[in-house]
Protein backbone atom coordinates (compact mmCIF):
# COMPACT_ATOMS: atom_id res chain seq x y z
CA UNK A 1 0.00 0.00 0.00
CA UNK A 2 1.26 3.78 -0.99
CA UNK A 3 0.55 6.71 1.34
CA UNK A 4 1.33 10.36 -0.25
CA UNK A 5 1.23 13.51 1.81
CA UNK A 6 1.56 16.65 1.04
CA UNK A 7 3.06 19.55 2.58
CA UNK A 8 3.54 23.13 1.68
CA UNK A 9 0.63 24.49 0.91
CA UNK A 10 -0.40 28.33 2.96
CA UNK A 11 -1.44 31.67 1.73
CA UNK A 12 1.27 33.61 -0.31
CA UNK A 13 0.51 37.07 -2.19
CA UNK A 14 0.51 37.16 -5.80
CA UNK A 15 4.29 37.26 -7.17
CA UNK A 16 5.22 34.63 -4.46
CA UNK A 17 6.67 31.78 -4.30
CA UNK A 18 5.52 28.21 -2.46
CA UNK A 19 7.29 25.00 -2.44
CA UNK A 20 5.16 22.14 -2.23
CA UNK A 21 6.34 18.11 -1.02
CA UNK A 22 4.81 14.67 -1.28
CA UNK A 23 6.38 12.05 0.56
CA UNK A 24 5.36 8.52 -0.73
CA UNK A 25 5.70 5.90 2.06
CA UNK A 26 5.04 1.93 1.19
CA UNK A 27 7.00 -1.40 1.37
CA UNK A 28 8.57 -0.99 -1.93
CA UNK A 29 7.70 2.12 -3.82
CA UNK A 30 8.74 2.21 -7.61
CA UNK A 31 6.27 4.94 -9.07
CA UNK A 32 6.48 4.97 -13.15
CA UNK A 33 5.50 8.81 -12.92
CA UNK A 34 4.84 10.94 -9.93
CA UNK A 35 2.70 14.38 -10.66
CA UNK A 36 0.73 16.89 -9.09
CA UNK A 37 -2.30 17.85 -9.96
CA UNK A 38 -4.72 20.82 -8.60
CA UNK A 39 -8.60 21.58 -8.57
CA UNK A 40 -10.03 24.97 -7.93
CA UNK A 41 -13.55 25.95 -6.01
CA UNK A 42 -16.50 24.55 -8.83
CA UNK A 43 -13.40 23.16 -11.33
CA UNK A 44 -12.33 20.15 -12.15
CA UNK A 45 -9.08 18.33 -11.25
CA UNK A 46 -6.19 19.80 -13.60
CA UNK A 47 -3.38 18.55 -14.53
CA UNK A 48 0.01 20.47 -13.41
CA UNK A 49 3.16 18.77 -13.54
CA UNK A 50 4.66 15.20 -13.84
CA UNK A 51 7.97 13.60 -13.47
CA UNK A 52 9.23 10.24 -14.93
CA UNK A 53 10.56 8.71 -11.68
CA UNK A 54 13.43 6.88 -13.21
CA UNK A 55 14.47 9.56 -16.13
CA UNK A 56 13.47 12.64 -14.61
CA UNK A 57 11.78 13.20 -17.52
CA UNK A 58 9.02 16.46 -16.73
CA UNK A 59 5.76 17.86 -18.59
CA UNK A 60 4.06 20.73 -17.48
CA UNK A 61 0.79 22.47 -18.17
CA UNK A 62 1.04 25.04 -20.31
CA UNK A 63 -1.05 27.48 -17.69
CA UNK A 64 2.96 26.82 -15.37
CA UNK A 65 5.35 26.64 -17.86
CA UNK A 66 8.14 28.86 -16.63
CA UNK A 67 6.29 29.49 -13.14
CA UNK A 68 6.57 25.86 -11.54
CA UNK A 69 9.37 23.42 -11.27
CA UNK A 70 8.77 19.70 -10.78
CA UNK A 71 11.43 17.83 -9.20
CA UNK A 72 12.02 14.52 -6.95
CA UNK A 73 14.27 12.95 -4.62
CA UNK A 74 14.73 9.50 -5.09
CA UNK A 75 16.26 8.54 -2.04
CA UNK A 76 13.32 10.44 0.02
CA UNK A 77 10.32 9.19 -2.16
CA UNK A 78 9.64 12.41 -1.87
CA UNK A 79 8.73 14.75 -5.08
CA UNK A 80 8.60 18.42 -4.93
CA UNK A 81 6.76 21.60 -6.81
CA UNK A 82 8.86 24.58 -6.89
CA UNK A 83 6.28 27.47 -7.50
CA UNK A 84 6.90 31.11 -8.57
CA UNK A 85 5.58 33.74 -9.72
CA UNK A 86 2.11 32.78 -8.42
CA UNK A 87 -1.32 34.11 -9.31
CA UNK A 88 -4.57 34.40 -8.24
CA UNK A 89 -6.11 31.83 -10.78
CA UNK A 90 -3.20 29.46 -9.07
CA UNK A 91 -5.86 29.20 -6.07
CA UNK A 92 -6.51 25.36 -5.24
CA UNK A 93 -6.17 22.31 -3.94
CA UNK A 94 -3.24 20.87 -4.89
CA UNK A 95 -2.61 17.16 -5.08
CA UNK A 96 0.10 14.67 -5.30
CA UNK A 97 -0.15 11.70 -7.47
CA UNK A 98 1.89 8.10 -8.06
CA UNK A 99 1.33 6.15 -10.94
CA UNK A 100 2.58 2.20 -9.93
CA UNK A 101 2.33 -0.31 -12.35
CA UNK A 102 -1.28 -0.30 -13.24
CA UNK A 103 -2.81 1.79 -10.11
CA UNK A 104 -3.20 5.59 -9.03
CA UNK A 105 -2.45 6.63 -5.58
CA UNK A 106 -3.09 10.25 -4.07
CA UNK A 107 -2.53 12.34 -1.28
CA UNK A 108 -5.15 14.13 0.62
CA UNK A 109 -4.48 17.46 -0.72
CA UNK A 110 -2.54 21.08 0.29
CA UNK A 111 -4.52 24.37 0.09
CA UNK A 112 -2.80 26.80 -1.72
CA UNK A 113 -4.00 30.24 -1.69
CA UNK A 114 -2.77 33.37 -4.09
CA UNK A 115 -4.19 36.61 -3.12
CA UNK A 116 -4.20 39.70 -5.36
Known amino acids: QVQLVESGGGLVQAGGSLRLSCAAS????????MGWFRQAPGKEREFVAA????????VYADSVKGRFTISRDNAKNTVFLQMNSLKPEDTAVYYC?????????WGQGTQVTVSS
Open 51 to 58: IIWSAGST
Open 26 to 33: GRTFSPYV
Open 97 to 105: NARVKTLDY
